[in-house]
């Protein structure tokens, strides 16, 4: 999965975490497999879904573990220096009738 924002980043889904690319970089290489990610960031959980905001400004990632789904958000101004952490989690309860 990838998403390119309007700033020039692209955010590449792994099955655990995510990456994040320069676009530029990305479009004047010849061998894109040696560029290195401006960030890396690891998740506990398996990644399912990865969207910027319309601003560009920050990154939801939905993760799912054993039932449980999580909703993280980024601020991509922050994984550009490098800082990983989220700002905000959020852990929805489950649908009601839903059988695991």
């Known amino acids: 999965m990838y998403i390119i924002n309007r700033f020039g980043n692209v955010f590449v889904g792994r099955q655990n975490g995510f990456d994040v690319y320069s676009q530029i970089e990305?479009?004047?290489?010849?061998?894109?497999?040696s560029i290195e990610p401006i960030v890396s960031v690891n998740?506990?959980?398996?990644?399912?879904?990865?969207?910027?905001?319309?601003d560009g400004l920050t990154l939801m990632i939905?993760?799912?573990?054993?039932?449980e789904t999580n909703i993280i958000f980024y601020d991509v101004r922050s994984l550009l220096k490098k800082e990983t952490s989220p700002f905000a989690k959020q852990s929805p309860p489950p649908s009601p009738g839903t059988v695991y």
């Open 43 to 54: 998740l506990s959980d398996q990644l399912r879904w990865i969207s910027v905001s319309c």
């Open 26 to 33: 990305l479009e004047n290489t010849k061998t894109p497999n």
């Open 62 to 67: 939905i993760t799912y573990k054993e039932a």
